[in-house]
Structure formats: structure tokens, C-alpha cells
């Protein structure tokens, strides 16, 4: 479930994409050729472009650890629980929480 979720945010080849485009944005010297490129078919400056990429990688990281601290929380409660119903309550639980 939880991995659905991740996969959810984007395909592995955006993934790909948006970590090399993160890593163009932390970088302040050399090229940035992903970053100029979008700036270029936007029209906007190279800064106005960091920034966004910036704060974009920030708003996904925080919705993976999110999933992740779901994922570790469900399986320490499911190895916990008393009664496979229990584990079955909480397997759905988790399902409801990452659809949200």
C-alpha cells in the first residue's frame, strides 16, 4: 500500500527527473542545463525557476515521510495486534490514511 502511494506521486521516470532537476536547484555553481531549459520555455529567470523546483522537492519530501512513518507505524501495530481481525482493521486503516 504504502508503495502504491509513492507511485501515486509520480512515474520512476519523473522521479528521475525531479531528483536531477532538486540536484541542479542545490547546486550553486556548474552547469544547470534542466533548469535553464524550463526557464528558457517559460520565460522566467533561472532563480524564479530554483525556487519553485526548491520548494516542490520539499512538499514531496514531506509527503513521502509521511507515507514512510504510516508504513513503519502499521507494520510495528500489525506485528502488535492480538487477532488477525486486528490486523486486518489495521491494514485498512492504513489504505483509508494513504488515499487521503
Known amino acids: 500500500m504504502a508503495e502504491r502511494a509513492l507511485r501515486r506521486l509520480s512515474s520512476p521516470m519523473k522521479r528521475g527527473l525531479h531528483a536531477a532537476k532538486a540536484e ?8 544547470r542545463p534542466l533548469l535553464d531549459a524550463e526557464a528558457a520555455a517559460l520565460g522566467e529567470s533561472v532563480e524564479v525557476i530554483v525556487a519553485r523546483v526548491a520548494d516542490q522537492r520539499k512538499k514531496y519530501d514531506a509527503k513521502c515521510a509521511k507515507i514512510e512513518s504510516a508504513r513503519i507505524k502499521a507494520r510495528a501495530d500489525i506485528r502488535a495486534a492480538a487477532s488477525a481481525a486486528e490486523q486486518k482493521r489495521i491494514v485498512n486503516q492504513l489504505s483509508a490514511d494513504l488515499q487521503a
Do not use: S, V
Request: glycine residues 12%; hydrophobic residues 25%; proline residues 12%.
Open 24 to 31: 541542479e536547484a542545490l547546486r550553486t555553481e556548474g552547469p
